[in-house]
């Protein structure tokens, strides 16, 4: 009997010896599950597309100049705004969509001389213009610099709040139409029973956007009104809406 249990008892021990070796130089075993936890939400996603053209562009019109007179500097550049935003009125642009966005004055030294006197001041202002008739672009751009303007930025294109607000509710109509479809399937091939949507969430990528097309007007020649005018051209650009569904689980 005695050696019945030492017997039993050597072959626990030799048993945890082994899994111990095992379990320090043995071989890894991956495990893969999918748990569906009673009481946990059935989650799916579903993407939405929306492809669409811009409907306002954004420019950048500026007027810079330097010299020894402050006052004779900012009554120049302050009379060349004035004609410049006169023409963009009378090109049909709305009041509200010309703002100001900067007023710089600098002053200049010279920096030769040890207590570095002013030579003269650089005063800039530069105008934001929201165009709304893409048919105007070309002309404004080319007929800018006859009207005082130098420094010209970008052309940015944009939606307008009412259409991206149009456009990301039927990206979203997708969405959730593809999240439902999905939800059915799977819950079909799993064998269970989905019950009400208990919570929506919705993921917007920040990148449904569109880019800027690079210009430099000043220097470029373009200050003829005869110039070709360019072709800027606005395309078009694809908002994506993701949309998470949680179902119960009967």
């Known amino acids: 009997m005695e050696n019945k249990q030492i017997s039993f008892a050597g072959k626990i021990i030799i ?20 748990t569906q936890t009673k009481g946990d939400p059935f989650v799916v996603q579903g993407t939405g597309k929306s492809f669409v053209a811009p409907d306002i ?28 935003v006169a023409m963009i ?29 002013i030579t003269g001041y650089q005063v800039s202002t530069e105008y934001e213009v929201t165009i709304r008739d893409f048919t105007k ?3 404004l751009l080319a007929t800018a610099t ?29 969405a959730v139409s593809e999240a439902k479809t999905k939800a059915t399937g ?17 993921n ?6 569109f880019y800027p097309v690079a210009l430099n007007a000043a220097g470029a020649g373009v200050a003829e009104k005869s110039v070709t005018p360019p072709s800027v051209q606005a395309g078009t650009t694809e908002l994506d809406v ?9």
């Open 186 to 202: 799977l819950a079909k091939a799993a064998g269970i029973t989905l019950g009400k949507i208990i919570n929506v969430s919705e």
């Open 242 to 250: 993701t949309v998470s569904l949680s179902y119960e689980v009967r």
């Open 89 to 117: 009125k009378k090109s049909g642009v709305d009041a509200k969509d010309i703002k100001t966005i900067s007023y710089y004055v600098y002053p200049q030294y010279d920096y030769t001389m040890p207590a570095q006197k």
């Open 137 to 139: 672009i070309n002309d």
């Open 57 to 84: 562009a954004k420019i950048d019109l500026g007027i810079q100049e330097s010299g020894a007179n402050l006052k004779t500097v900012q009554d120049s550049v302050n009379k060349k705004s004035q004609d410049m």
């Open 146 to 174: 006859s009207f005082g303007a130098n420094t010209i930025g970008n052309v940015t294109f944009d939606l307008s709040d009412d259409l991206k607000n149009q456009k990301l509710d039927e990206a979203r109509v997708q």
């Open 15 to 34: 048993f945890f010896v082994l899994l111990f070796v095992f379990a320090k130089w043995g071989p890894a075993i991956n495990f893969s599950t999918t």
């Open 204 to 209: 917007t990528p920040v990148d449904n956007r």
